[in-house]
């Protein structure tokens, strides 16, 4: 299997773990070290794409660890949906629905914030460059 389709499949996982709120997007490795109980460097590893790491025993491992909630043969092979069909429906809740919504206004206005601090940091630099000159 190529590593890169693995990777990919994790980075849509850890995604949509952020997206429900199931792991930190500030502490992504620290939640996945304590949910699947194993050391920082093994998840570390594994979600830099090294293949000694990035087994299907640690997707099934990391399966296990969320409920089993994502479809076993796309985990491992990319065929299908992501989700199994009950987790698919998720969204038919509409407080999940109102809670997933408002999870990403935040973190949209969050980035805002960061983005606008890093813009008057800019203009600051730019006000120095001409004043030097």
């Known amino acids: 299997m190529n590593k890169n389709n693995k990777l990919e499949r994790i980075k849509e996982i850890i995604r949509y773990l952020i997206f429900t709120q199931k792991i ?3 502490s992504i490795q620290k ?3 304590n949910v699947l109980k194993s050391e920082k460097s093994v998840i570390s590893r594994a979600l830099n794409g090294d293949e000694k790491y990035l087994t299907d025993n640690f997707l099934v491992k990391l399966n296990s660890a ?7 043969e796309w985990l491992l092979t990319g065929k299908g949906d992501m989700l199994k069909k009950e987790t698919a429906g998720f969204s ?3 407080q999940i629905e109102q809670a997933l919504a408002e999870n990403i206004y935040k973190k949209l206005t969050e980035a805002n914030e960061k983005l606008d601090t890093v813009k008057d940091d800019i203009i ?5 460059v001409v004043e030097h000159k």
């Not at 969320?66 to 076993?72: K, P, S």
């Not at 600051?124 to 120095?128: A, G, V």
Request: charged letters at 35%.
């Open 92 to 94: 038919d809740n509409p």
């Open 124 to 128: 600051e630099l730019q006000k120095l």
């Open 24 to 26: 930190g997007y500030e």
């Open 31 to 33: 939640d996945l070290t």
């Open 66 to 72: 969320f409920g089993e909630e994502f479809n076993l």
